[in-house]
């Protein structure tokens, strides 16, 4: 009679350590699954052209908004949520090209923001505009990177 199969512990991978946002962006493979092609369209679309710390805190947004209970569970469902991206038309991220070094920035730092491999600079965040825009008084402001005003 054989021996019942006995459960194995495999250690849970830690997330590597870097010594820079730069160097946590630039260890990223070019492989990517639904989370994180949301989520870069979603960077790319809002923060393209910020600096590395305001996209990450663009994607820490997106997905505290999934981990909160207020809005939907998914990443992808909180891109696509109605009435929240102005870049989102009927549901849908528009098409990127896939070439493009911005692209290339944006899946990265959504890797990033996925395997919490770096410190958001914004961690408590919800929600986040452009400085042109006046925020309502009911939020508490949590960081101002680049272009943009993070708010919890």
């Given at each position: 009679q054989a021996d019942p199969v006995q459960p194995v512990d495999v250690p849970k991978p830690q997330p590597a350590?870097?010594?820079?946002?730069?160097?946590?962006?630039?260890?990223?493979?070019?492989?990517?699954?639904?989370?994180?092609?949301?989520?870069?369209?979603?960077?790319?679309?809002?923060?393209?052209?910020?600096?590395?710390?305001?996209?990450?805190?663009?994607?820490?947004?997106?997905?505290?908004?999934?981990?909160?209970?207020?809005?939907?569970?998914?990443?992808?469902?909180?891109?696509?949520?109605?009435?929240?991206?102005?870049?989102?038309?009927?549901?849908?991220?528009?098409?990127?090209?896939?070439?493009?070094?911005?692209?290339?920035?944006?899946?990265?730092?959504?890797?990033?923001?996925?395997?919490?491999?770096?410190?958001?600079?914004?961690?408590?965040?919800?929600?986040?505009?452009?400085?042109?825009?006046?925020?309502?008084?009911?939020?508490?402001?949590?960081?101002?990177?680049?272009?943009?005003?993070?708010?919890?």
């Open positions: 350590t870097f010594d820079s946002l730069d160097a946590a962006v630039a260890a990223q493979d070019t492989s990517s699954d639904d989370d994180a092609r949301c989520l870069a369209g979603a960077v790319y679309f809002e923060s393209k052209g910020e600096p590395l710390s305001g996209q990450l805190a663009v994607a820490q947004v997106i997905i505290n908004r999934a981990k909160s209970g207020r809005f939907p569970t998914s990443v992808c469902s909180v891109v696509t949520q109605r009435g929240q991206f102005s870049f989102v038309h009927a549901g849908i991220i528009p098409s990127i090209d896939s070439s493009r070094a911005a692209y290339r920035t944006a899946l990265a730092v959504a890797k990033v923001a996925l395997r919490a491999a770096w410190d958001s600079p914004a961690p408590d965040a919800l929600f986040f505009h452009a400085r042109s825009v006046s925020a309502s008084a009911r939020m508490t402001k949590v960081a101002a990177i680049g272009n943009h005003i993070f708010y919890r």
